[in-house]
């Protein structure tokens, strides 16, 4: 089966099976989220598309919009808790990264699945390098 368009997806109907799954996905996503404070689009998205067969576009579409309502809120309160938060450098980078957002997500659109696909895949490679071999400017 290729992937499913949004037209195609809007068909089908939310089996209690669908929504379990769905369910899964979200808190397998949410939980990650807050344990290692990764976006939830590199557990959404392909959740997304592998699991529920959705087209790279339509996966981060939907992923994006499952952000909108203020999703880390709890796992940012524990974070604030214990005093691992700078609320002043948040601010600033919300500011810089709805204008990117925009512009990124102006970009994605205009783009092939296939080539989206392949920018989300190097982009989530490098910083898994990056992580796994080499230390940030602190030494650690």
């Known amino acids: 089966m290729g992937a499913l368009t949004v037209m195609q997806y809007d068909l089908l109907k939310m089996s209690p099976l669908s929504i379990l799954l769905l369910l899964l996905v979200g808190l397998c996503a949410g939980y990650i989220g807050g344990l290692a404070g990764v976006g939830g689009g590199i557990i959404l998205v392909p959740a997304l598309v592998f699991i529920l067969g959705f087209s790279q576009h339509l996966a ?81």
């Open 60 to 140: 981060q579409g939907t992923s994006l919009a499952i952000m909108l309502p203020p999703i880390g809120i709890l796992a940012a309160w524990q974070y604030y808790n214990q005093g691992e938060m700078d609320i002043k450098v948040a601010l600033v980078v919300i500011a810089g990264y709805l204008v990117g957002n925009y512009l990124g997500g102006k970009l994605a659109v205009n783009v092939s699945d296939e080539t989206l696909r392949k920018i989300f895949a190097v982009f989530i490679l490098i910083v898994s390098i990056k992580m796994l071999f080499f230390t940030n400017g602190n030494g650690h």
